[in-house]
């Protein structure tokens, strides 16, 4: 796993959510909403996170911000694990570590221009004068395809895919160097969302951007991504360059996310892997590979014993007995 200009290293990330029962509310057990997470991220690439929903994708990226705070691993940025930092060390660090939601409108106080939304980051940072802030709002504006005019309206007179650019605008106005992208465009229209991939894709070029892309469509993740993780149930099942992946999926639970991307190809005779079930519940995860209530190869030792995470070809890695 390991690359030579890694930008992000997170090794064995864990976030596990007490679980409160009972009437004095007490824990009794724990949401393993990320469980043993590793993977790197190379300077101005774009690394995907992949899988069905509740399969700990969304935790993971939030938890690279700290937005919830891990329950343990490392997450290296730069080469210092960020999570040594007290909160006011990491407030330094955080501008280079920005978020693009899903639900920018949500994130956006309705009662604020957008000048002054792209402003109130540069003030809390205190990292420039109000004339370099003025000349950089416009130029983010701009680069995001937003008119000098625009700038002084409000967030409820644009369209869902302007409100989008916004959103795009405040993460990057703080100049970072990576930008987690959680299902940033799995809201929009299929017309607008090409718009916005195509957007994020020229301003990763023209800013030298790092991505972690988010989502559950593996159509869109095969258009922008460099690499590819696939989870399930918290943990890292596999991980390849997206040429690889898509072209040769190992672990059973890829092959049948892939076999569920709709084709318009008439010769494509791909047939349909169903699964069968609902993804367990993470607190109480099965025996052995957390996969095997689901597989359709799962064998005996399966439940025995949790398959190794390993590489199985040049930078392709599985967590599968099939390949041990
Ligand atoms: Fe299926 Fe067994 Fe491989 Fe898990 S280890 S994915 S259950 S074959």
Not at 153 to 167: L, V
Request: with cysteine; aromatic share 6%; charged share 25%.
């Amino acid at each position: 796993m390991s690359t030579s200009n890694a930008i992000l290293k997170v090794k064995d990330l864990k976030k596990h959510f007490p679980k409160k029962e009972g009437i004095f509310n007490r824990t009794k057990n724990y949401v393993r909403a990320v469980d043993g997470v590793s993977f790197e991220i190379n300077e101005e690439e774009t690394f995907s996170l992949v899988g069905e929903s509740g399969c700990g994708k969304s935790t993971t990226g939030r938890s690279i911000l700290r937005l919830h705070e891990p329950t343990s691993g490392e997450i290296l940025y730069s080469g210092k694990n960020i999570l040594d930092y007290t909160k006011r060390d990491f407030r330094k660090v955080r501008k280079d570590l920005q978020m693009i939601f899903q639900d920018p409108y949500s994130s956006l106080n309705p009662r604020m221009t957008v000048k002054n939304l792209l402003l109130e980051p540069l003030l809390t940072h205190n990292i420039c004068s109000k004339k370099e802030a003025t000349e950089r709002i416009i130029d983010i504006a701009d680069k995001v395809g937003l008119s000098k005019e625009q700038i002084n309206r409000h967030p409820h007179e644009f369209s869902g895919g302007q409100r989008q650019r916004i959103g795009i605008a405040r993460a990057l106005i703080l100049k970072p160097k990576i930008v987690i992208l959680d299902e940033a465009v799995s809201a929009l229209d299929v017309s607008i969302q090409a718009q916005i991939l195509n957007l994020l894709i020229d301003l990763q070029k023209d800013l030298k951007l790092t991505y972690v892309f988010i989502s559950h469509d593996l159509n869109v993740v095969k258009h922008v991504s460099d690499r590819v993780g696939v989870m399930y149930l918290g943990q890292m099942m596999e991980m390849a360059s997206t040429a690889s992946l898509y072209s040769n999926p190992l672990h059973p639970y890829t092959k049948s996310l892939l076999s569920a991307i709709p084709s318009i190809d008439p010769t494509d005779k791909r047939e349909r892997i169903i699964l069968q079930g609902d993804v367990p519940d993470p607190s109480n995860p099965p025996s052995g590979c957390p996969f095997r209530l689901r597989c359709p190869n799962a064998y005996d030792h399966c439940a025995i014993e949790k398959p190794i995470y390993r590489e199985v070809e040049s930078n392709h890695w599985v967590a599968c007995h099939l390949y041990n």
